[in-house]
């Protein structure tokens, strides 16, 4: 059983240099997660947690069990402190970043009962029990739950926390999956469809007659996968993936945990495309896309994101796909549907802290500021070309 950091009336903090939970509180974590939130469930996952555990064992993880007097567990957030940065960047380069520690809660939303109570005590008990972290962090919370608007609305949080809200964030992209790909094809109009089929079949007769799409989701493919992303990350100019031993082990753990999903698409000898992502339960989580630029005007990134659908539906089948903050880039992906989530910060009512998000806030507004008249003008050039 791993150690006890703190207790409090209703909650304890359990330190995790190892994964042993008591059986009740693994019982509950998953029974609790089955039934939660999809977008963000992976992140709140005992295998997720395992997985930071065993991929960064400098990172302090700790586990909040809140129950009632008989033991009984009444709710789970697992949480991870680390330092994170408040960025000033201007025109892509960051003039300053000021780093602030913070309890990071895994997944943004905590396994309790959705009840304003609840959420009082498991916030204080995590602003009592990790004093010298600055705040709290939950990331991916819908804006329209009760979560978000106890948040604003609680007299005990604001007593001990300022609220930040990070604004200007695009709308959380999701595409829910039907049961059959003919379903996910009737969404399409037959202009898209046929444009879809198209582009497949140019990719096919630039591959000499190759295309294929290749799943990669066992320990033992980890490394041709990581040849394969090398490759298409080169071919896209992209320095997000490295070779690393560090990146190797991480995937390689995430697929002993049948959490890594990816995809690449070969046309001919080589990668033109590839998805990395995880699957947990029946929600699919993307990490990044990549493409060769080379190829933009044959569509290799839209021809593979199809392809991933029919096989995301078919095999271990998937319901949700969970894009991340953004806007689709293409008029011919995959019809996305929008959610409005957020993410929160309460930090401590210090001084300096009141005057590092007040700084913060007024950075971002003047970059804002400074970046609509350029909007403006790109916008009635644009139409000025389209009626040319």
């Known amino acids: 059983m791993p150690s006890l950091l703190a207790p ?9 240099t190892e994964v042993g939970f008591e059986p009740q509180i693994q019982r509950f974590w998953e029974h609790q997660l089955a039934e939660s939130d999809p977008i963000g469930a992976l992140y709140r996952s005992p295998e997720w947690f395992g997985h930071l555990n065993a991929a960064e ?54 396994l309790v009962a959705d009840d304003p109570v609840v959420y009082d005590q498991l916030l204080a008990a995590l602003g009592k029990t990790f004093p010298d972290c600055d705040g709290i962090r939950l990331t991916d919370i819908p804006v329209r739950g009760s979560l978000f608007r106890h948040l604003h609305e609680s007299a005990g949080i604001r007593q001990v926390f300022s609220v930040c809200v990070f604004g200007g964030l695009p709308p959380f992209q999701t595409l829910p999956l039907p049961a059959t790909f003919g379903e996910y094809l009737a969404r399409f109009s037959s202009k898209k469809r046929y444009n879809l089929r198209r582009q497949e079949r140019l990719l096919k007769e630039h591959g000499r007659g190759r295309l294929e799409l290749r799943r990669w989701e066992n320990p033992a493919d980890v490394p041709g996968l990581l040849r394969q992303l090398a490759l298409v990350a080169e071919r896209a100019n992209d320095r997000r993936i490295c070779l690393r031993e560090v990146t190797a082990d991480r995937y390689s753990d995430l697929a002993g945990l049948g959490l890594l999903r990816c995809y690449t698409l070969v046309s001919g000898e080589g990668p033109v495309a590839a998805l990395v992502g995880c699957q947990f339960g029946a929600t699919y989580t993307v990490d990044m896309t990549l493409y060769d630029s080379e190829l933009a005007s044959l569509s290799p990134g839209t021809t593979m994101a199809h392809l991933a659908v029919a096989d995301l539906i078919s095999y271990r089948p998937v319901r949700l796909i969970a894009y991340g903050y953004g806007k689709p880039s293409h008029h011919q992906q995959p019809p996305r549907v929008p959610q409005n989530y957020a993410k929160v910060l309460l930090l401590r009512r210090t ?38």
Do not use: T
Not at 8 to 16: A, R, Y
Not at 358 to 368: G, H, I, L, T
């Open 351 to 388: 001084l300096r802290n009141r005057f590092l998000w007040a700084s913060f806030c007024a950075f971002r507004a003047s970059m804002c500021a400074s970046r609509a008249p350029v909007r403006l003008l790109e916008g009635r050039f644009r139409r000025l070309f389209r009626c040319g």
């Open 8 to 16: 409090c009336p209703h909650c304890i903090v359990l330190s995790s």
């Open 57 to 110: 064992p400098g990172l302090p993880l700790h586990l909040a069990v809140l129950g009632d007097a008989a033991g009984k567990v009444d709710g789970i957030a697992s949480l991870a402190i680390r330092r994170i940065p408040l960025s000033f960047q201007a025109a892509g380069y960051s003039l300053a970043d000021v780093h602030i520690r913070v309890v990071d809660m895994l997944g943004g939303q905590p």
